[in-house]
C-alpha cells in the first residue's frame, strides 16, 4: 500500500480504483488550484509515496525538496511542461502523463471554433436571444463555406494529423503543415503539403491551427511577424498551449484588422488575458475545455490512475516521460 496524495478531485473513477487497489489516498479539499506553498506543505507533513497532480501544478525543485519521499508524479494531462524534467531525473522521480483519448476531443473542438468563427455562432445566437431577429435576410450573418479552404497545421503530430483528416475527409479542405518530421502518411493520404519554415503555412492558409507542444522552440510560435504574414481573411486557432502564441500581438492583429478572428482555448498566463483581449468581438475564448468530454476525463482518470498502480506494483508505468 502507498500513500497518494491527489492535488484536486478529478472526474472519472480513478480514485476510486486506487483505492480499490488498496492505496491510502488523499484529495485536496480546496476547491480550486492548491498554492505553491499549500502543495509543498501538505506533500512534506504528509509524506506521500505517489502524487496525482494537474497540468495546473507546477512541479519544480522546491516541491521535489519539499517532499522527498515522493517517488513518482502520474501527471493528470496529457502535456507535462508543469513539471521540471530534469530536476525529476537528478532524483530518480518518475513522472508519467496521460494521453490517448484527448486528441478527437481536442480536433473536434478546433473544428468548433472555426464553425464559430467562420459561420457567426456566437454573434447570431446573442442577435436572437436579444431580439432583434425581425425574419430572414439575405445579408444577415454571411459566414464563409469551409470546402476548398486551405487549413494549415502547425504541429502535424496526433492531434495536428486528426484535424488535417477532418479537414480533408469532413469538410473537403485543403490542408497544408509545418512540422519538425514530416507527415508522410498525411502526404499519401490527404495530399497534404508539407513547409520546412512556418512562415509558409502562415501565408498559405485561410485558417491556421496551432498544434504544437510548448517547448523553448515553440514559445511564441505566433508573433506579430508572422500574424502580418497571414491573409486578412484568415483566422487563427490555438488548443495546444498558451505561451506558444504572443497574446499581445494577436490583441494587436486583431484590433487592426490584420486577420479575421481567433479562437483560443489556451492561453499565455492562466487564467490571465491580454488586456483588451476579452472585448474583441472577433474573437471566441473557450476556458481550456478541447479536452473536456465525458469520455476523455474518464479515460484521463483511469490512465493516471493505472500509471500509479503499476509502479507501486513493481511494474513499469504505461505512460512514463522521465
Do not use: C
Not at 45 to 56: C, D, F
Not at 127 to 153: E, H, I, S
Not at 163 to 178: E, L, P, S, T
Not at 224 to 253: C, F, H, Q, W, Y
Request: hydrophobic fraction near 40%.
Amino acid at each position: 500500500m502507498a500513500k497518494i496524495f491527489v492535488t484536486r478531485n478529478i472526474p472519472g473513477g480513478g480514485i476510486e480504483k486506487l483505492k480499490e487497489a488498496g492505496h491510502d489516498v488523499t484529495v485536496s479539499e480546496k476547491e480550486g488550484v492548491m498554492t505553491a506553498e499549500e502543495l509543498k506543505t501538505t506533500l512534506s507533513e504528509g509524506q506521500y509515496e505517489g502524487v496525482l497532480p494537474l497540468l495546473t501544478d507546477k512541479i519544480d525543485a522546491s516541491v521535489f525538496d519539499a517532499a522527498p519521499s515522493v517517488k513518482i508524479f502520474a501527471n493528470y494531462a496529457v502535456g507535462f511542461n508543469n513539471i521540471d524534467l530534469e530536476e525529476a531525473k537528478k532524483r530518480g522521480v518518475t513522472i508519467t502523463n496521460t494521453p490517448g483519448d484527448l486528441t478527437r476531443p481536442v480536433a473536434e473542438h478546433t473544428f468548433g471554433l472555426i464553425l464559430a468563427l467562420w459561420k457567426h455562432l456566437v454573434e447570431a445566437d446573442k442577435f436572437v436571444k436579444g431580439g432583434k431577429y425581425q425574419g430572414w435576410d439575405p445579408n444577415l450573418f454571411v459566414g464563409v463555406d469551409l470546402r476548398g479552404k486551405t487549413l494549415g497545421v502547425l504541429g502535424a503530430g496526433h492531434i495536428g494529423d486528426t484535424i488535417m483528416r477532418i479537414a480533408k475527409n469532413g469538410f473537403d479542405m485543403n490542408v497544408i503543415y509545418y512540422d519538425v518530421v514530416q507527415n508522410t502518411s498525411a502526404e499519401n493520404e490527404l495530399g497534404a503539403v508539407f513547409y520546412k519554415n512556418p512562415e509558409d503555412v502562415f501565408k498559405n492558409s485561410d485558417v491556421v491551427s496551432v498544434n504544437v507542444p510548448l517547448l523553448d522552440s515553440t514559445r511564441h510560435l505566433v508573433n506579430a511577424e508572422r500574424l502580418a504574414l497571414m491573409k486578412k481573411t484568415a483566422i487563427l486557432i490555438n488548443t495546444s498551449r498558451g505561451p506558444v502564441m504572443d497574446e499581445k500581438a494577436v490583441v494587436e492583429a486583431l484590433k487592426n484588422k490584420t486577420i479575421a478572428g481567433v479562437g483560443m482555448d489556451v492561453y499565455e498566463d492562466e487564467p490571465i488575458l491580454a488586456p483588451g483581449l476579452a472585448d474583441l468581438d472577433n474573437v471566441i475564448l473557450t476556458p481550456h475545455i478541447a479536452s473536456a468530454t465525458e469520455e476523455a476525463r474518464k479515460s484521463m482518470s483511469d490512465l493516471a490512475s493505472g500509471n500509479l498502480i503499476a509502479f507501486f506494483n513493481g511494474e513499469t508505468p504505461p505512460n512514463v516521460v522521465s
